[in-house]
């Protein structure tokens, strides 16, 4: 059974920095690209940053230049390092992970999310 476990999210004041980690463990060949999304109150899912295995990233444009999303595949674990936080980066925030299971199937997991709350 694959999991993906989130760590790191809390309270902070505007301008604060926090940093999340999000570990998967259980029975896999590998993981390719791996994703942090976010759901605020009142709003859909939204991609924030993915990586891709060899270290391609791209973000949402409200958090280039602030958030910076990195890979560690030894560890299997992704961290989101989030600088400058604002009131509106309050979310709930989700890793995502494409988890190459077989050599025919690559299925995506979720994490339980971790709260993330700026406040101003």
């Known amino acids: 059974q694959v999991q993906l476990v989130e760590s790191g999210g809390g309270l902070v004041q505007a301008g604060g920095s926090l940093r999340l980690s999000c570990a998967a463990s259980?029975?896999?060949?590998?993981?390719?690209?791996m994703a942090w999304y976010r759901q605020g109150p009142g709003k859909q899912r939204e991609l924030v940053a993915r990586?891709?295995?060899?270290?391609?990233?791209n973000y949402a444009d409200s958090v280039k230049g602030r958030f910076t999303i990195s890979r560690d595949n030894g560890r299997k674990t992704i961290f989101l390092q989030m600088n400058s936080l604002k009131p509106e980066d309050t979310a709930v925030y989700y890793c995502?992970?494409?988890?190459?299971?077989?050599?025919?199937?690559?299925?995506?997991?979720w994490g339980q999310g971790t709260q993330v709350t700026v406040s101003s």
């Open positions: 995502n992970a494409a988890v190459v299971e077989t050599n025919y199937y690559t299925n995506p997991y």
């Open positions: 259980g029975r896999m060949l590998g993981i390719n690209d």
């Open positions: 990586i891709t295995v060899e270290g391609r990233t």
